[in-house]
């Protein structure tokens, strides 16, 4: 899909830290090796790539491994960055904030293997000692806030989101809890529908456009929207 | 919040033992408030606290069993009950809570580290405590939203337990983007919004 056009573009800035960058044939097998990544962080979870199970599971040696991914750090870093990339939709630059994350939300559903890979580089990221987690992160969120402020201002101009609340703590704000539902989530899947409840937050924040009509927020979904529609009501009567 | 038995199944019978075990604990839980400590590592926290690794493995044997055993310790000096009592609101008390939290950094990545290993296969002790305190400080909330959808504060028509779900998961979301971005992101600030989406709208 986004195919061979972001995966060199992600190579490219991971690149610079590997010694093969420019040989085709190098970027080629750094490809193969996060293809396979990929796929068995989505089966199996982080728990399963030290840099020594994933050689095994290539069928490459340790040492040309490490020649792609010098760290465990770098190699889950690459493994996210390039999930990242292939996902064809993403945040885009237009349509509501919050569908937009409900949307990313009910992706990983289906590949909780990697939303346990983002809660991994998350804390590590924090903890002492992972510098290219903690800049890969850092940068994620600095680019994330940045680009979910602009979609709330829209959403604000086109009266979908109220405009007494700060645009930036919004868009923080909708980070932030996507964040920590989803590891609620991975923990009690039973209990805690992220998507159920980023619907709730999108009610709690709905400016007067939203509230007046059905709005494309909540025009894919199942029953509980129209359930969700009431509750606005009688919460602004 | 209540300390369960397990936390304090000292290994030795002698009170000693339970004494070093608790002084091991005590420099622990200032350690990690103090300044980042590699929580992945059992041996970048042994080198942190200054004890032998040998001496460390005898009264925690992995580096899970210590990780909870220090935020249960810190958990239980902070006493949830209380503020999630006292608080105007249950926003506030996790607003109140992050405050304190920014004194001690090392402790909310010690959380970050439990969460983290819970959600990954093989960390059974961590998954049984992560999950357990969610499970309880949902419930927690949830019954502080209630009261404030009682008194009409929060809108009485929306979930109270996915309400209470929310406010842990921003409060937990934001703290996380606040230790890597400290400039950037205020955790008080940004709840007191959270606080104001929730608070039920007047017809003005």
């Known amino acids: 899909m986004s195919g061979a056009g972001d995966e060199s573009d992600a190579a490219g800035t991971e690149g610079d830290r590997s010694p093969r960058r420019g040989y085709p044939k190098g970027r080629q097998r750094r490809a193969q090796i996060l293809d396979r990544m990929i796929a068995m962080v989505a089966a199996r979870g982080v728990e399963a790539s030290s840099m020594r199970s994933v050689a095994d599971a290539l069928g490459v040696s340790h040492t040309a491994l490490r020649h792609y991914f010098p760290s465990r750090d770098e190699l889950l870093v690459a493994v996210y960055r390039e999930h990242d990339a292939r996902e064809t939709s993403g945040i885009t630059t237009a349509g509501p904030a919050v569908a937009q994350m409900r949307d990313s939300a009910a992706r990983n559903r289906s590949v909780p293997g990697l939303v346990e890979l983002y809660t991994t580089l998350s804390s590590d990221a924090i903890q002492g000692g992972h510098p290219v987690a903690r800049e890969f992160m850092t940068e994620r969120f600095r680019w994330l806030r940045s680009e979910v402020t602009k979609l709330v201002a829209a959403d604000q101009a086109a009266g979908r989101i109220r405009r007494d609340l700060d645009a930036r703590s919004i868009a923080t704000l909708l980070i932030a809890a996507s964040d920590g539902l989803q590891a609620q989530w991975l923990l009690d899947p039973a209990v805690v529908d992220t998507e159920r409840i980023l619907r709730l937050f999108g009610r709690l924040v709905a400016g007067a456009a939203d509230e007046a009509s059905a709005c494309p927020d909540t025009v894919a979904t199942t029953g509980t929207a129209a359930a969700a529609r009431t509750d606005t009501d009688t919460g602004s009567s | ?204």
Not at chain 2, 4 to 12: F, K, L, S, V, Y
Not at chain 2, 61 to 75: D, K, Q, S
Not at chain 2, 177 to 204: G, H, I
């Open chain 2, 1 to 204: 919040m209540a300390v369960e038995r397990g936390a304090e199944r000292a290994r030795a019978p002698y009170g000693k033992s339970t004494e070093r075990r608790q002084q091991i604990l005590d420099s622990a839980i200032e350690i990690f408030a103090r300044e980042g400590v590699d929580a992945g590592s059992y041996r970048s926290v042994a080198a942190a606290i200054g004890v032998s690794h040998t001496a460390l493995r005898y009264y925690f044997p992995t580096r899970e069993e210590l990780l909870i055993a220090v935020y249960r310790a810190h958990e239980h000096r902070e006493d949830d009950e209380e503020w999630l009592g006292t608080a105007p609101s249950p926003v506030a008390a996790l607003q109140e809570s992050a405050a304190r939290n920014r004194a001690v950094p090392g402790l909310v990545k010690l959380y970050a580290a439990l969460v983290s290993d819970a959600v990954q296969a093989g960390h059974l002790a961590s998954r049984a405590f992560i999950g357990r305190r969610f499970a309880q400080i949902r419930q927690r909330i949830a019954r502080r939203v209630r009261l404030a959808q009682e008194q009409g504060a929060y809108p009485g028509d929306a979930n109270a337990d996915d309400i209470s779900s929310l406010i842990i998961a921003a409060s937990d979301g934001l703290q996380l983007q606040w230790l890597l971005d400290p400039d950037e992101v205020d955790v008080e600030k940004t709840l007191a919004v959270l606080n104001a989406a929730l608070a039920t709208r007047d017809a003005s």
